[in-house]
């Protein structure tokens, strides 16, 4: 059984075939921008095009148009190759990479969120989530952070908030996605924003005084 996984979330984009536990390929770029344009190129660069029986993809949280643009590529490939498609949180892909680092030890993660804060969430020796996913200004996003060693994007920067503890500047990688609990995969392809939209629907008032859409 061949997998592709695929992660566009942050400013890297990866993607990567296993089989048998076994990477056949992989490619990991740093791009900031340009994931719709590299994304699946990408993928056609790995053995056989990329073709696999089971899909994966990050479902966030992260750059908004990223996650839309792997999740897009995931489901369009998923319905070409009549495979199902698995999604996986991910700031669980930087405590797994984290753990293969440091062993089995609790993670706190920490990316770049929007308006100025940060995307932080703990997690347990067993590689779990051990708190709900929070988007935090970086103060109380130190204040939060419970784990000795923390990963991802904003780790350095929390770990000089806090003044203690170790750091691991990690991005999203999909050759590693290998490393997570069979648990995180979901069959629910809903993006996770780690916060709530900037933008509201307005609702209007009719005459009678009761909103309507």
Do not use: N
Not at 43 to 66: H, M, N, Q, W, Y
Not at 132 to 149: F, G, I, N
Not at 174 to 179: D, F, G, T
Request: hydrophobic share 45%; net charge neutral; with cysteine.
């Amino acid at each position: 059984m061949r997998i592709l996984a695929i992660d566009s979330a942050s400013e890297a984009c990866s993607a990567a075939l296993f089989e048998h536990d076994a990477m056949l390929g992989g490619c990991y770029e740093i791009l900031g921008r340009g994931h719709a344009e590299r994304l699946v190129p990408m993928i056609s660069e790995l053995p056989g095009k990329g073709r696999a029986d089971c899909i994966l993809v990050s479902l966030g949280p992260g750059s908004f148009t990223g996650v839309r643009i792997g999740l897009a590529a995931a489901r369009a490939l998923g319905l070409a190759w009549q495979v199902p498609v698995l999604g996986y949180p991910t700031l669980a892909l930087i405590a797994a990479m984290a753990r293969s680092e440091m062993g089995k030890v609790p993670i706190s993660v920490a990316v770049t969120g929007g308006h100025g804060e940060w995307f932080v969430q703990e997690f347990g020796k067993d590689g779990l989530p051990a708190s709900d996913l929070a988007s935090l200004k970086p103060d109380d996003a130190a204040a939060a952070a419970q784990a000795d060693c923390v990963a991802g994007s904003q780790a350095e920067a929390l770990v000089a908030l806090r003044k203690s503890g170790c750091a691991l500047p990690l991005l999203p990688d999909a050759r590693a996605a290998q490393l997570l609990p069979d648990s995180l995969f979901s069959k629910q392809l809903t993006p996770l924003y780690g916060r709530a939209p900037d933008a509201k629907v307005a609702q209007a008032k009719s005459k009678g005084g009761k909103a309507r859409a």
